[in-house]
Each structure stands twice: as structure tokens, then as C-alpha cells.
């Protein structure tokens, strides 16, 4: 089992940074990728980032390339997501997630993580 625990979530103006934090109980944090995916009002939950079970590899959706930047500490059992520039359109709840992924798969659909956290709010005004 393992439990996911977003923070650092707010609200912040257009052209603004947050830095997101997920902590995860278990000591086989290094055996899962991790990813944060998102979901705006009345949309369907989507694919944000993604880093493999050792941090060496990372993948991100289109719509925040360039702009957010997804690490891990496995000491410290957390993944960041680091969000600059942000936009209105990047308004939703921030999910972090858990693929048992121990020889580096990294996965973007929602379907293939077991693990979910509950989310942390992201609004950004305009």
C-alpha cells in the first residue's frame, strides 16, 4: 500500500509559480513511477507529468512543457511539480499518483496508477 499526500496548492495570479508537493508513505517509493495529472471543472481528469522510479526520466503533456518541471527525492520519499508561468487554463485540482514501475516504464494514462492522492486545489486568476 502506499499514500499520497499533495500540498502546496493556492491561488496565484496569471505569470505566477507554484511549487507542488506529494509525500508517500512506504519504503518502496523508489519501485513506483510517479505522476501528477489534473482536472478542471466539468473535464475530464488528464495527464500533467510524469517521472520514472529513479528520476531519470521525466515526460510531460504538451500544454505544460517548458513551463513545469517534475522531480523526486526518493530519500525524502516526495515528488514536485514545479508550475511557472502559469495560466488560467491551468485551474484544477493536482492529483499525484503511484505506478509500480520498478525497472523505469514511465506511463501516461491514469488507468496503469494505483495509487492516487486526494489533490490539492490550483487556481490561477486572471
Known amino acids: 500500500q502506499v499514500q499520497l499526500v499533495e500540498s502546496g496548492g493556492g491561488l496565484v495570479q496569471t505569470g505566477g509559480s507554484l511549487k507542488l508537493s506529494c509525500a508517500a508513505s512506504?519504503?518502496?517509493?523508489?519501485?513506483?513511477?510517479m505522476g501528477w495529472f489534473r482536472q478542471a471543472p466539468g473535464k475530464e481528469r488528464e495527464f500533467v507529468a510524469a517521472?520514472?522510479?529513479?528520476?531519470?526520466?521525466?515526460v510531460y503533456a504538451d500544454s505544460v512543457k517548458g513551463r513545469f518541471t517534475i522531480s523526486r527525492d526518493n530519500a525524502k520519499n516526495t515528488v514536485y511539480l514545479q508550475m511557472n508561468s502559469l495560466r488560467p487554463e491551468d485551474t484544477a485540482i493536482y492529483y499525484c499518483?503511484?505506478?509500480?514501475?520498478?525497472?523505469?516504464?514511465?506511463?501516461?494514462?491514469?488507468?496503469?496508477?494505483?495509487?492516487w492522492g486526494r489533490g490539492t486545489q490550483v487556481t490561477v486568476s486572471s
Open positions: 499518483a503511484a505506478d509500480y514501475s520498478p525497472f523505469g516504464v514511465t506511463r501516461l494514462s491514469s488507468r496503469h496508477y494505483d495509487y
Open positions: 512506504g519504503r518502496t517509493f523508489s519501485t513506483y513511477a
Open positions: 517521472t520514472s522510479s529513479s528520476g531519470s526520466n521525466t
